[in-house]
């Protein structure tokens, strides 16, 4: 049976971060042999000023990193992208323009994890929505997505609508009305959204971005590419059938590829029908 024709996978974690398993080479022998065609790796950033140590290399591993990712990439040629997902917090923007022009990256992708110091994608401090009102919530977190984007330092959004991971929503309507300034931000600033299938494996069991996010992108002009956000090699990809298929809802035809910090256009694959 022939493999899927599916798009690269932008969006994936390796041992290195702390809480992901799997090396560059295994993430790039499971995405080659489902048919995905290339591969960004993409842990995340070290923060010298102490930021969430949990979920990321720190500094002195970084070298270990690059090496990883050099070694793929010297087993399968043109396939492997270096990668990072870089957070946004207030104070950052100084040492990661420093960091990000020290090191040849084909991809930055941009993500807020934080409002203030509460992680509210974290479970261990889900306690937190309880503790503040819902719209604020998204109200704080879309503000910091448009600050991230009027930077000029990143290349892709990472999972824009986030915070609805453990299924804590809004009305669309008022979701989309919070989210325009960040997607406005977005397309004036040429970046990518990326479409993001690890919702599916998370309580709220749906991509990111929402269909209401992913057509008013569509509208704009914004450019799409796909990532799985796997953290083990065996969900590199996963999702991306469902994926492709939403962004042939949406209206998108074409998507983008990511190297040498440079978007360039490729015609979406064609969507497979969807199954009963």
Not at 192 to 219: D, F, H
């Amino acid at each position: 049976m022939p493999l899927p024709t599916l798009p690269p996978d932008h969006h994936v974690h390796t041992l290195l971060c702390g809480h992901a398993t799997g090396t560059p080479e295994e993430y790039a022998e499971a995405a080659f042999s489902r048919g995905i065609p290339a591969l960004a790796i993409t842990d995340h950033i070290p923060a010298p000023d102490g930021y969430d140590p949990e979920t990321r290399m720190g500094i002195k591993d970084f070298a270990r990193y690059d090496a990883a990712v050099r070694k793929a990439q010297a087993r399968w040629p043109g396939r492997i992208r270096f990668g990072i997902e870089a957070d946004f917090y207030t104070g950052c923007e100084s040492w990661l323009n420093t960091f990000l022009q020290t090191h040849p990256f084909d991809v930055v992708l941009g993500a807020v994890h934080f409002i203030g110091t509460w992680g509210f994608d974290n479970p261990a401090q889900i306690g937190g929505w309880q503790e503040r009102p819902l719209e604020r919530i998204w109200s704080d977190y879309f503000d910091q997505v448009r600050r991230l984007a009027e930077t000029g330092l990143f290349d892709v959004i990472a999972h824009i609508d986030l915070p609805k991971k453990f299924g804590h929503r809004l009305p669309a309507s008022r979701l989309l009305e919070l989210a325009e300034p960040a997607l406005q931000a977005i397309a004036v600033r040429g970046l990518a959204l990326e479409i993001n299938s690890g919702g599916l494996r998370k309580p709220v069991g749906e991509i990111y971005p929402s269909p209401t996010l992913l057509r008013r992108a569509c509208e704009l002009g914004i450019p799409i590419l796909f990532g799985s956000d796997a953290h083990r090699p065996e969900d590199v990809g996963a999702g991306f059938t469902e994926a492709v298929r939403l962004a042939w809802a949406c209206g998108y035809s074409q998507h983008v590829i990511v190297e040498e910090r440079r978007l360039r256009w490729e015609s979406l694959p064609p969507a497979a029908p969807a199954t009963a």
